[in-house]
């Protein structure tokens, strides 16, 4: 759809960037913190998470570089071991007070705090206990999140339950140190997130009316790969299965009706006890964060053996399933050297199908390009690549303001490099260049890229420049 004229950002438009703990603080067994499941979990070629941005010793000189950036807001999370080493019981004073003084940093620098509770570090204690699968977990997520609610109610008001929990059922390998659960427990695993999730949101409700709280599921688009209408049933089935499952789980309460069906066929139902439902329904956030990086091409299946292919241990690569999907390659797209597909307009389409599923207001909560930025002899880093990227990533944000859509905010992922879960320090995020390799903590300096003074600019003119330019 065309309009005739261009649409302006909100002036309350949350200019912000995103980042995790696990993959920025380092510090992981300093203070009292007590073991995650992302501390036994690395490639053996990458670097682990102990040291990662040493976020945890720098923050004010990482706060001053985003004061200096101008940014709105700043989303990260709080990790869960920090604060409870054991996932539950006795609280860690230190880590608890690191947290209050980098929230204390931020808003005295006149940044929003978004904050997410629980991105992918389960505390060891409660993996070992049986994790997800285990329904005292969503107990000890309601403490843990009340807490944190008490202890910050006058600061922030801005909170996300979950990260990527799609992610963490589709693609668990990252996420299980000790070995991928059976889908029929995985799927259980994801009832029990729905519920600890849903139970945070009424805790939240009863201490802190005035805040805010939603989820931040890993959204894309997906498209059939011909005209075919075999080919439009398979991309239906894998945004069901993919996006739809968990959006209106969220946003309605319910099951969706095609994946319910799938899970009873294959007989990976998850157990629902009495209460669990209404609980579910009632709980409704009062915004949706969405992750996007990529869109997804796919055509029906054959069902020739040949439909699954080999998986990476990344979730952006599609892997395909006998008798929903296979996948394709859209030779439309260009690529990044990691192989994720670039689709600025696929943006603006996901936007559009999540706020008419959801209808509530977005947040972009992450969208990056993870490229091996170099360290030039001028003492720069020349990222011309990743603005483009963001520039036509914005365009397309603000079309899909101007179709109707309810978007708060953009917080890409990530303000500094950081740890990739997959790829280590190879694979560069951020704004601030982190002066380290994969395993030389060289002198850990932090310098913004060329990126980070375009960034700048869009946020001082709230978008108009972008807008305006071809």
């Not at 075999?230 to 299965?241: G, K, P, R, V, Y």
Request: aromatic share 12%; net charge negative; charged share 25%.
């Amino acid at each position: 759809m065309f309009y005739h004229e261009k649409t302006a950002f909100p002036e309350d438009f949350l200019w912000g960037a995103s980042t995790s703990a696990y993959q920025v603080e380092g510090a992981a067994a300093e203070d009292g913190k007590g073991l995650s499941v992302q501390d036994l979990h690395h490639p053996a070629e990458t670097s682990d998470f102990s040291v990662a941005s040493d976020h945890y010793h720098r923050f004010l000189e990482d706060v001053a570089l985003m004061k200096e950036m101008g940014l709105k807001a700043y989303r990260f999370s709080f990790s869960w071991s920090r604060i409870f080493p054991e996932g539950k019981g006795k609280i860690n004073q230190e880590g608890l007070n690191f947290y209050h003084k980098l929230v204390d940093a931020l808003c005295a620098a006149g940044i929003r705090p978004i904050a997410t509770l629980y991105h992918f570090d389960l505390p060891l204690a409660l993996d070992e206990n049986g994790g997800w699968s285990n329904r005292e977990t969503i107990d000890a997520f309601e403490a843990y999140a009340a807490l944190l609610f008490q202890e910050f109610q006058n600061q922030i008001k801005d909170w996300l339950t979950i990260n990527e929990q799609n992610v963490m059922i589709l693609h668990p390998s990252a996420m299980n140190p000790r070995g991928v659960p059976s889908q029929k427990e995985l799927y259980q695993q994801n009832h029990h997130m729905f519920l600890a999730s849903a139970r945070a949101i009424q805790r939240l409700r009863t201490i802190d009316p005035e805040a805010h709280i939603g989820a931040a599921p890993n959204i894309i688009a997906v498209y059939p790969k011909t005209c075919a209408p075999e080919d439009s049933i398979a991309a239906d089935n894998w945004e069901t299965l993919r996006n739809w499952l968990y959006i209106d789980m969220y946003a309605h309460g319910r099951y969706n009706s095609l994946a319910w069906e799938y899970l009873k066929d294959h007989g990976w139902q998850p157990e629902i006890q009495e209460g669990d439902m209404e609980l579910l329904r009632e709980a409704r956030p009062d915004f949706m964060g969405v992750n996007y990086y990529a869109t997804a091409t796919v055509s029906a299946p054959k069902n020739d053996g040949h439909d699954r292919q080999p998986r990476n241990g990344d979730q952006q690569v599609m892997v395909g399933e006998e008798g929903v999907y296979r996948a394709e390659e859209n030779e439309c797209l260009p690529s990044t050297e990691f192989g994720w597909k670039i689709d600025p307009v696929g943006l603006r389409t996901t936007l559009r199908r999540l706020y008419a599923h959801a209808h509530m207001p977005l947040l972009i909560t992450e969208n990056g390009m993870g490229a091996r930025d170099l360290l030039e002899d001028d003492g720069h880093v020349h990222d011309s690549y990743r603005i483009d990227y963001y520039a036509k990533h914005l365009k397309q944000a603000a079309l899909a303001i101007q179709d109707g859509v309810e978007l708060m905010g953009y917080c890409p992922w990530s303000f500094m490099d950081l740890v990739s879960t997959h790829q280590g320090y190879q694979k560069r995020y951020g704004f601030v260049y982190i002066n380290r390799d994969e395993k030389d903590l060289k002198d850990m300096k932090r310098i913004p890229k060329d990126s980070f003074y375009w960034y700048r600019d869009v946020i001082q003119t709230n978008g108009e420049s972008l807008i305006q330019s071809k």
